[in-house]
T-cell receptor
Framework: SQQGEEDPQALSIQEGENATMNCSYK?????LQWYRQNSGRGLVHLIL?????REKHSGRLRVTLDTSKKSSSLLITASRAADTASYFC????????????FGGGTRVLVKP | GAVVSQHPSWVICKSGTSVKIECRSL??????MFWYRQFPKQSLMLMAT?????????EQGVEKDKFLINHASLTLSTLTVTSAHPEDSSFYIC??????????FGQGTRLTVV
């Protein structure tokens, strides 16, 4: 079963704008990971944030984690058409036997 | 980063036949691999955990006799969809990784059963 809920389910923005998506989860976690999936392809790892971390950056990506609210956000700054993809959060925690549990995903369309 | 290679990337088969999908870790040894299924515009659903040298662990609702998993070496896990039917048509993805680190995913296999 899915642990995470993501919102929005879909997002359409213009190139250059920022894109923000959110992920909420239900049980305690060891870490939360964000992945990107281009249509019909496998997943590419973006960022892993551990339960004792609050914010991480990687290039144009910024991830926050609020364990008290059981939520995370992914911000893509200065978006490009090539950022068009589906983005998934995934949690790893003892409740799920330390297996990754994926959220529903956010489909992002960046218009040139 | 580590590389996981999945083959084939797509396959079309006739109803009633079996299809084997391979997942290889190319530059690291994976004692555990995971198999997921993904329907269009939906998320990944874990099907089973493939354990090297022992039986796979299946998620609730996944038929182990229909989805046979073999993990005979530290670099190869296979998923065989037996007696495939149109409802088995889906996107199947494997992954490998260690606890508390990123997972590495194969490219996925699009299975179409006609």
């Amino acid at each position: 079963s899915q642990q995470g809920e993501e919102d929005p389910q879909a997002l359409s923005i213009q190139e250059g704008e920022n894109a923000t998506m959110n992920c909420s989860y239900k049980t305690s976690i060891n870490n939360l990971q964000w992945y990107r999936q281009n249509s019909g392809r496998g997943l590419v790892h973006l960022i892993l944030i551990r339960s004792n971390e609050r914010e991480k950056h990687s290039g144009r990506l910024r991830v926050t984690l609020d364990t008290s609210k059981k939520s995370s956000s992914l911000l893509i700054t200065a978006s490009r058409a090539a950022d068009t993809a589906s983005y998934f959060c995934a949690t790893e925690g003892r409740a799920a036997g330390n297996k990754l549990t994926f959220g529903g995903g956010t489909r992002v369309l960046v218009k040139p | 980063g580590a590389v996981v290679s999945q083959h084939p990337s797509w396959v079309i088969c006739k109803s009633g036949t079996s299809v084997k999908i391979e997942c290889r870790s190319l530059d690291f040894q994976a004692t555990t691999m995971f198999w997921y299924r993904q329907f269009p515009k939906q998320s990944l659903m874990l099907m089973a955990t493939s354990n090297e040298g022992s039986k796979a662990t299946y998620e609730q609702g996944v038929e182990k006799d229909k989805f046979l998993i073999n993990h005979a070496s530290l670099t190869l896990s296979t998923l065989t969809v037996t007696s495939a039917h149109p409802e088995d048509s889906s996107f199947y993805i494997c992954s490998a990784g260690s606890l508390n680190t990123e997972a590495f995913f194969g490219q996925g296999t699009r299975l179409t059963v006609v």
